[in-house]
């Protein structure tokens, strides 16, 4: 069994911060590359960031400039710096990681249960 779960979600006024993180636990053999997607009521689900167990990041133009990646692959934990806040950054923000198991098993993705973002303007 793997687990991912996020916290730091909330409510924010445009303009402000919030960090979000993410820890994966369980029976975790290696994980590969951590990410963070976003949801919002009526749109599908889009890739916000991710980055690899070497640090290397990729981001959605809409979060360049405002929002960071990083991880601490000791503690197997992601986290997400979002500054800058827009309404249109209202979403459920769900972590992503791809683990393995075991030495014998794949890299499978897993999923956190989601944490609500909410930017009033």
């Known amino acids: 069994q793997v687990h991912l779960v996020e916290s730091g979600g909330g409510l924010v006024q445009a303009g402000g911060s919030l960090t979000l993180s993410c820890a994966a636990s369980g029976n975790i053999f290696s994980l590969n590359t951590m990410g963070w997607y976003r949801q919002a009521p009526g749109k599908q689900r889009e890739l916000v960031a991710a980055?690899?167990?070497?640090?290397?990041?990729n981001y959605a133009d809409s979060v360049k400039g405002r929002f960071t990646i990083s991880r601490d692959n000791a503690k197997n934990t992601v986290y997400l710096q979002m500054n800058s806040l827009k309404p249109e950054d209202t979403a459920v923000y769900y972590c992503s990681s791809s683990i393995r198991t075991s030495y014998y098993t794949p890299y499978s993705d897993y999923w956190g249960q989601g944490t609500q973002v909410t930017v009033s303007s």
């Open positions: 980055i690899s167990t070497g640090g290397s990041t």
